[in-house]
Structure formats: structure tokens, C-alpha cells
């Protein structure tokens, strides 16, 4: 049986897990700006295969170092999807990586919506083909920046908001990036569709970080997956990496093997 080692780099946070059998494990998280290879010794014990998605070059190639036969992700790959793009190489890995764990999973077409540091909006056609996407800043970023250029506004800590008339300044803020938000992406949602699907109705999956928090409480969304990116990878992976029966990583003691099976 197949065990995979899947990797998603991410600019604020890299997400790892073992995954066999179609069954993903659970994800660490790691923060991405101090990712070293060490971080991989107690997680990836005897992997067939590793699967790597990056849009952090320098930490692409700390991955490489350490799996110099990982599977990255890339256009010329088999990702069971077709790509109607005019420059196939400018999507980011984690797009494709959401767009075929999309088609696999919840089938075609589709909006996938990724709340990371950046929100991106990713298009399936109705023929399973990427044709491009939005991307707009992420609400860490917003609230980051509000921050960081102002000499009043707090750092906060994102949240449902009890109400939208904020009564103190953290709730003013709370409630502007999280209705804000909401605004941004179900009016963009709505120009997507009414442009490229004028007569038909496209999956909404919300995936990413913050998925479940703009997802609360709203009908904007079909499906929320945090997982989706990984699921990807995994379709891909089973697509594009033999097995060659040989382990693809640093071979463990028995013990920390087992505990680290799904």
C-alpha cells in the first residue's frame, strides 16, 4: 500500500501530512519562513512518495534537498484537468492543486475560493478545463496592514463578530474584515458567474486557512474543505509517481513508524 508524503507551502504556513489509501492524516502546521528540513524527520517516516506543492522558491528547494524525488507541482504534470490559459507556467502549484482536487472530488464547473494570505478565486470551465481565477489580499493581510499604517489601530484576533455596529474599536475592525469580506467574495462570485456561466449554476467550494470562519453562518458555499489542496496533491501524486516499492525519505525506528501511520 502506497504512502504519500504531501507538502504544501504556503507564504505564511506549510501544511504536511501522511496520506495512503485515499485517507489524508493529520496536518501539521508549520510556519513557512522558518521551515528546515529537521522538520520532517518525525513526520515523514518510510514514505513511497512525495508530493510538493510550493509558491516559496527558497523553501521549494529546502524540500528538495531533503526529497530529491518529490513530485512538484507544475502544468506539464497529468493533473486531470484540461488548462485553457494563455501562460500555463504563471499559475501558482497550489491553484492546480485545487482545481484537480476539485474536479476529482465535487466535479465540474466550479468556483474554489482559497482563504490564505492571499484570497484566490480559481475557474473549472464546464468542460474540467482551468481558465484563470482572482486574486485579491487576504484578511490577515488587511488587518495586518491596518495595523502596521495606522498608529491607533490593535492587531486582532480574527472572529465571528457579535454584531456589525462594532462598539469598540476591535469590533469596528472585526466586522469590517469579516462582513467585508463576505461582501467582496459573494460579489465577485456573482461576476464570475453572470460572465462565464450565464446559463449554469458552478460548484462554490471554499477552501484555505480562513474558509470556515467567512464560511459561517453564510449559503454562499456549496462545499468548505480545508483540505482540498491536499486532496489535490493527492490526485495528482497517484497520477503522476510509480511505486517503485523503495522508501522516498529517512527510514525510522518501528516505533515512531507506527505512530505515525494512518
Do not use: W
Request: with cysteine.
Amino acid at each position: 500500500m502506497k504512502r504519500y508524503l504531501l507538502i504544501d507551502i504556503s507564504n505564511s504556513f506549510t501544511k504536511v501530512a501522511l496520506a495512503r489509501d485515499n485517507r489524508i492524516g493529520r496536518v501539521h502546521r508549520l510556519k513557512t519562513p522558518t521551515l528546515a528540513a529537521k522538520d520532517f524527520d518525525k513526520i515523514a517516516s518510510h514514505v513511497d512518495a512525495v508530493v510538493l506543492s510550493s509558491v516559496v522558491p527558497k523553501k521549494t528547494r529546502v524540500v528538495l534537498k531533503k526529497f530529491p524525488s518529490a513530485c512538484v507541482i507544475s502544468h506539464s504534470l497529468d493533473l486531470g484537468i484540461g488548462i485553457d490559459y494563455p501562460n500555463p507556467a504563471a499559475i501558482g502549484a497550489d491553484r492546480l492543486a485545487n482545481a484537480a482536487g476539485c474536479v476529482a472530488h465535487y466535479g465540474f464547473p466550479a468556483i474554489v475560493v482559497d482563504f490564505g494570505t492571499a484570497v484566490t478565486f480559481d475557474v473549472i470551465s464546464t468542460n474540467g478545463s482551468y481558465i484563470g481565477g482572482v486574486i485579491a489580499p487576504g484578511l490577515g493581510s488587511m488587518t495586518n496592514y491596518l495595523h502596521d499604517r495606522t498608529a491607533l489601530l490593535p492587531l486582532i484576533r480574527l472572529r465571528e463578530p457579535d454584531c456589525v455596529v462594532g462598539r469598540s474599536t476591535e469590533d469596528a475592525m472585526l466586522s469590517g474584515t469579516i462582513h467585508g469580506y463576505r461582501g467582496l467574495v459573494g460579489n465577485i462570485l456573482a461576476k464570475i458567474q453572470a460572465e462565464t456561466f450565464p446559463s449554469s449554476r458552478p460548484h462554490f467550494i471554499a477552501t484555505g486557512g480562513d474558509a470556515e470562519l467567512l464560511a459561517s453562518g453564510e449559503s454562499l458555499f456549496d462545499v468548505v474543505d480545508p483540505l482540498l489542496t491536499l486532496r489535490g496533491l493527492l490526485v495528482i501524486g497517484e497520477k503522476n509517481t510509480p511505486f517503485s516499492g523503495k522508501p522516498n525519505g529517512p527510514r525510522q525506528t518501528d516505533a515512531l513508524r507506527d505512530k505515525n501511520l494512518l
